[in-house]
């Protein structure tokens, strides 16, 4: 069975955006963003909120050409165009680079596509996410901390979910980042309380 994850960059005080969307405070590096690419390129499917979608749209479908693109970050373009979507939205018409627009988070439906053969999926977008973990769909959490303390912004965890996790790997990278990888300490799917 196919897991879904929700990997996320989060500050060391717990936020993954500051005030107006910011996130410049990330730290992803070549090093870094290498990790990334090899963690993603196997995965079947990115699972996206809205937001999460056009932000990438606006960026990445281009990214492999501009020349001021490292070569790690053409090779994210091309595993992000090239990877199924779904994109979940009640207001975009139409999307393209290999998405499928889904109204509404249907939880046999998720289920369905866990059940499948493939590579895992990943859930990108804090609301999406949030609305995931509700559901108990959310079966791994990879948390890349970065060293930076931002003092406000929004948190990566529904405010009125309990949600226990089994620490199963960490790592360091050179530039101080800590991936913290955890799956559900339930085992059954069930994390949110």
């Given at each position: 069975m196919?897991?879904?994850?929700?990997?996320?960059?989060?500050s060391l005080d717990g936020f993954f955006e500051g005030p107006e969307r910011d996130i410049g405070w990330h730290r992803v590096d070549e090093e870094l963003h290498?990790?990334?690419?090899?963690?993603?390129?196997?995965?079947?499917?990115?699972?996206?909120?809205?937001?999460?979608?056009?932000?990438?749209?606006?960026?990445?479908?281009?990214a492999d050409t501009d020349p001021e693109s490292t070569e790690t970050e053409r090779e994210f373009s091309r595993i992000w165009c090239d990877m199924p979507k779904i994109v979940y939205s009640r207001t975009l018409d139409r999307a393209?680079?290999?998405?499928?627009?889904?109204?509404?988070?249907?939880?046999?439906?998720?289920?369905?596509?866990k059940a499948q053969p493939g590579?895992?999926?990943?859930?990108?977008?804090a609301d999406l996410a949030a609305t995931f973990i509700r559901h108990g769909l959310v079966d791994e959490y990879w948390i890349y901390v970065h060293p930076v303390a931002?003092?406000?912004?929004?948190?990566?965890?529904?405010?009125?979910?309990?949600?226990?996790?089994?620490?199963v790997d960490t790592r360091t990278?050179?530039?101080?980042?800590?991936?913290?990888?955890?799956?559900?300490a339930t085992g059954d799917g069930d994390a949110a309380s």
């Open positions: 196919r897991k879904i994850v929700y990997s996320m960059s989060v290498g990790h990334m690419n090899r963690q993603f390129a196997p995965m079947s499917a990115f699972l996206e909120g809205r937001v999460t979608w056009e932000l990438m749209a606006d960026y990445w479908p281009t393209g680079w290999n998405t499928t627009i889904a109204r509404d988070v249907v939880v046999d439906e998720v289920k369905a596509l590579g895992d999926m990943v859930v990108g977008g931002i003092g406000q912004g929004r948190t990566p965890f529904p405010p009125d979910a309990q949600i226990p996790m089994r620490l990278f050179g530039n101080g980042v800590v991936r913290l990888q955890y799956e559900n």
